[in-house]
Nanobody, 112 residues
Framework: QVQLVESGGGLVQPGGSLRLSCAASGITLSISPMDWFRQAPGKERELVAQITSLGITSVPPSVKGRFTISRDNRKNTVYLQMNNLKPEDTAVYSC??????WGQGTQVTVSS
């Protein structure tokens, strides 16, 4: 059974940083394409980072230069490092594996 568990969300002031984690069981992340999505209230889900099985990463222009995705194969965990956070980054962040499996999400709130 595949399980993805996100953690690391919370309340942060504008300009602050957070690192989200997506810990996996039942699936090997080192050979799995992984994505981070976010969804704010009343908005569509938005892709914010991707990492391929080969470790190639990409982020959209909206977060480029601020968000970084990485993977720790030993821990079977994918991370989303978010810097210089803005109020518009407020959303529920979720990870997805192999375009199929989803975590439960973690809330990120950016507010002063």
């Amino acid at each position: 059974q595949v399980q993805l568990v996100e953690s690391g969300g919370g309340l942060v002031q504008p300009g602050g940083s957070l690192r989200l984690s997506c810990a996996a069981s039942g699936i090997t992340l080192s050979i799995s394409p992984m994505d981070w999505f976010r969804q704010a209230p009343g908005k569509e889900r938005e892709l914010v980072a991707q990492i391929t099985s080969l470790g190639i990463t990409s982020v959209p222009p909206s977060v480029k230069g601020r968000f970084t995705i990485s993977r720790d194969n030993r821990k079977n965990t994918v991370y989303l490092q978010m810097n210089n956070l803005k109020p518009e980054d407020t959303a529920v962040y979720s990870c997805r594996a192999r375009s199929t499996y989803w975590g439960q999400g973690t809330q990120v709130t950016v507010s002063s």
